[in-house]
T-cell receptor, first 115, second 115 residues
Framework: NAGVTQTPKFQVLKTGQSMTLQCAQD?????MYWYRQDPGMGLRLIYY???????DKGEVPNGYNVSRLNKREFSLRLESAAPSQTSVYFC??????????????FGPGTRLTVT | QKEVEQDPGPLSVPEGAIVSLNCTYS??????FMWYRQYSRKGPELLMY????GNKEDGRFTAQVDKSSKYISLFIRDSQPSDSATYLC???????????????FGQGTILTVHP
């Protein structure tokens, strides 16, 4: 049981390049989330998917797109990377149902630098 | 103004000290309060969860919520070097529909416990 996995672990992009961050979970969770973490800013929600087939914007969605490929996978795409998108990106998932909704399971993160 | 404010520290204490970590918030709809712990270069993990006002104890950790003051705390007794991590508070109003389970995080406090 790997939990939440993210690829790649590290990436360096030039301004204007595009890339997709991959996330997968093997816990049969319905809800999945993408966050970015910057010094002094905490975790900020970029996009989330309450269930397969749905996606919604979070606090900081500009410059990103997402795809909920199936129940296991939720990808984050940067179409034209900017230096302001330099950050650590975390994917998370959550159990279904009303109980334990507060516990999100996080992946190890992707460290992205845009030059 | 951020919905959740947390002093980023850093906080450095000797082993055995009592540590107090705090968050304030402005959204009176928040009912669910969590503390996540994040070790260096890892994703956050849920440490404690509290619903509404009151105290909750788990071993050396105590979480307190004062909704009237919009203030939450995490106390760590007999702190250990293994407690060195970033501590993030998180809150939720519960929500409904696709927004159910969304968390708002504080900035995180970096704690170092030195031997």
């Amino acid at each position: 049981n790997a939990g939440v996995t993210q690829t790649p672990k590290f990436q360096v992009l030039k301004t204007g390049q595009s890339m997709t961050l991959q996330c997968a979970q093997d816990m049969n969770h319905n809800s999945m989330y993408w966050y970015r973490q910057d010094p002094g800013m905490g975790l900020r929600l970029i996009y989330y998917s309450a269930s397969e087939g749905t996606t919604d914007k979070g606090e900081v969605p500009n410059g990103y797109n997402v795809s909920r490929l199936n129940k296991r996978e939720f990808s984050l795409r940067l179409e034209s990377a900017a230096p302001s998108q330099t950050s650590v990106y975390f994917c998370a998932s959550r159990k279904s149902g009303l109980a334990d909704f507060y516990e999100q399971y996080f992946g190890p993160g992707t460290r992205l630098t845009v030059t | 103004q951020k919905e959740v404010e947390q002093d980023p520290g850093p906080l450095s204490v000797p082993e055995g000290a009592i540590v107090s970590l705090n968050c304030t918030y402005s959204n009176s709809a928040f009912q669910y309060f969590m503390w996540y712990r994040q070790y260096s270069r890892k994703g956050p993990e849920l440490l404690m969860y509290t619903y509404s006002s009151g105290n909750k104890e788990d071993g050396r950790f105590t979480a307190q919520v004062d909704k009237s003051s919009k203030y939450i705390s995490l106390f760590i007794r007999d702190s250990q070097p293994s407690d060195s991590a970033t501590y993030l508070c998180a809150m939720s109003a519960g929500g409904s529909g696709t927004s159910y389970g969304k968390l708002t995080f504080g900035q995180g406090t970096i704690l170092t416990v030195h031997p």
